[in-house]
């Protein structure tokens, strides 16, 4: 079986608190685009491999541990071989690892016949990760608590999205060490943008979008970061943000070539720029 893994994208990310177990409250918009891995699952003896030589490919690859939790939820006894044509980038804020693990349950449920609803293999994969939830269902919705408390909502009007990468590492603890949630001035519109879908208005939507964490980046990984949301904005983006805890920008366009010239001017000076549609 072959199955499709999607990219995920914050529209927003605030922070509302921090919990008494020392992770935070967040409030987060997600949206799958269609830039994607492609997972090939057969029956087996729990082999894997992936396209990248620096992933692990035993029980520490997201993908191995939701085939595990599945049979561990199941009482399955389903052992298959797992290959994982990587394209979406990898530390990257867009959920790659999280998005694998839910194929993997999606397929198993369907190569097994277990008839598992989403929101039960939802629930499998909470103890995977807490964006392999949102992974299982998909398409737009808002994620509350960790990540795994989840509203559908309205989709996102159909737009082209330009995804760039550039290349360094952010430390999401790092990241989370440096928010001082009494001090959050600027904070993404999350209910005007949920309005916005309901009235199915992108460029309303687009313009609300926002990510606390830009606002904590150290000052010269700010400035690349603006200055890739400046080239998206110039080029005709109706909105621009960074997704998780980055460094992936992304920007949303009502118009394919606008989207296309956004690429080709990123590509100048960045490798990892990709233009992708939503799903
Ligand atoms: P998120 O947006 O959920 O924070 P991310 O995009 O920042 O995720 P991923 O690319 O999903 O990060 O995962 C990064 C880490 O997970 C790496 O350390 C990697 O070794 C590990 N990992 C385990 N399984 C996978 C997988 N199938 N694909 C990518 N990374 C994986």
Sequence with gaps: MQALAYAKLNLTLDILGKREDGYHNLQMVMQSISLSDTLTITPGSGRMDTNLSYLPSDERNLAQLAAAAFRRATGQDCQVDISIDKHIPVCAGMAGGSSDAAAVLRALNQLTGAGLTPEQLAKIGAA?????????????????????????????PACHVVVCKPPFPISTPQLFARVDVKKIVRRPDTRGLIAALERGDLADAARRMYNVFEDVLEPRRRSEIDAIKS????????????????????????????????????SEQYREVFLAETV
């Design 231 to 266: 080239v998206l904005i110039d080029c005709g983006a109706l909105g621009a943000s960074m997704t998780g805890s980055g460094p992936t920008v992304f920007g949303l366009f009502d118009n394919a070539q606008a989207a296309r010239q956004a690429q080709q001017r990123l």
């Design 128 to 156: 995977v990760g807490s964006d392999v939830p949102y992974c299982v269902l998909g398409g737009t919705a808002l994620a509350e608590g960790r990540g795994e408390v989840l509203q559908a909502l309205p989709p996102l």
